[in-house]
Structures are given as structure tokens and as C-alpha cells.
């Protein structure tokens, strides 16, 4: 006679990533009506920024003395969808710092510039919901639709090779290649 053990387990059945994607939109940072610039005789003119830096709390030891340093940290998100930057991932923790940080510029009676921002749709936050626990952050982190949506936030060919590495899904790889010659084609239309 052979005795039958259930055994179960209680292993997650996804790990949680430690970083996040922001897709960061300038075009709606500066929406403005119409305005006159009366030393021009013209209209006002807002040129898209090359970026955005957002700076993290700063976080003072408990030993600290006058004179010693103290870290200073900021998270350079770039126009469109952004994965990582040239520091490495966007880690969740910074980004829930300087959202808390915004939290209590309320509690203070200040205007909340970052919750601001995101009600008009500067700032979207997009959680990996395929984190493998290996390698850089990359489309393949994420569920087809979010992948698809981080693709179409892309605005540089180098970053969606970059972010494209270890992919597979078809779908993908070809969204991928239609936003890359979108791209390159609106490159050359602004060239010209």
C-alpha cells in the first residue's frame, strides 16, 4: 500500500519588481491657452524640455554634523515612455519618496506640484506585471497592452532597441518596428 501526501506550496506566484515605468508627456506640462506676448507682438512660444528632473527628499542622518555631505539623489525622466535611465531603473522606492514628499507639501498648506501634474497627465506611473526577477527592465516585463502602450510612449529608436533586448513576442517585436520607422520618419520630416 502506498500512502498519497498532498503537499502544497506557498510560493508567490510573481515576484513584485523594485522599479517602475513612468511615461512622462511635456506636451501637457505647458498646456496653456492662447496667450499674447506684448514685447513680441506675438504668441507666447513653449518649447518642449529635453527632460525632466525630479529630485528625491533629502534624507538627513541621524550622526549628521555641520560640514559632513549629504546625498543628494534625482530621478532625469525623459519625454515619452522611460523604463530606466542612465543611473539604472527607476526604482518604486524614489518614485514613492518624492510622491510622499508632494503628500506632505499638502499637509502644509503648499500646492502639490506632482499631484498636480499627474491629474493633468504628466506623469504616468506603469507597474512591470511580468517581472521575471532577471535582467534590465524591458518590454518583456510587461502584459502585451502595456508593452504595446510603453512602445507607442517611446520617442527614441536607441531606447526601444535597448528595451526591446530579450523579447519574443511577435506582437511586440513588430509594434516595436513600427514605432522605430515612425520615428526615423518624423526625424526626416523635421531635417527637411
Known amino acids: 500500500m ?17 522599479w517602475v515605468a513612468i511615461i512622462y508627456n511635456p506636451a501637457r506640462e505647458f498646456v496653456q491657452p492662447n496667450t499674447w506676448n506684448e514685447l513680441t507682438g506675438g504668441g507666447n512660444i513653449q518649447r518642449m524640455p529635453a527632460g525632466r528632473v525630479l529630485m528625491l527628499p533629502l534624507v538627513i542622518p541621524k550622526n549628521h554634523q555641520i560640514g559632513d555631505a549629504i546625498e543628494t539623489r534625482s530621478i532625469f525622466l525623459k519625454p515619452g515612455a522611460n523604463l ?49 526577477g532577471i535582467g534590465s527592465p524591458g518590454y ?3 502584459s502585451p497592452e502595456l508593452a504595446k502602450k510603453l512602445i507607442l510612449a517611446t520617442t527614441h529608436e536607441d531606447w526601444l ?8 513576442r511577435a506582437e ?3 509594434a516595436s518596428s513600427e514605432q522605430k520607422e515612425r520615428i526615423i520618419a518624423a526625424k526626416k520630416r523635421n531635417a527637411a
Open 140 to 142: 518583456r516585463h510587461f
Open 161 to 168: 532597441a535597448e528595451w526591446m533586448a530579450q523579447e519574443t
Open 84 to 132: 530606466s535611465t542612465s543611473a539604472g531603473k527607476i526604482l518604486l522606492s524614489d518614485w514613492q519618496a518624492i510622491l510622499k514628499a508632494d503628500e506632505e507639501k499638502g499637509k502644509r498648506g503648499e500646492i502639490q506640484s506632482m499631484k498636480l501634474a499627474i491629474q493633468k497627465g504628466v506623469y504616468e506611473e506603469v507597474h512591470p506585471d511580468l517581472w521575471d
Open 2 to 18: 502506498v500512502a498519497i501526501k498532498e503537499v502544497t506550496t506557498t510560493e508567490p506566484t510573481a515576484l513584485l519588481a523594485d
Open 172 to 174: 511586440i517585436i513588430k
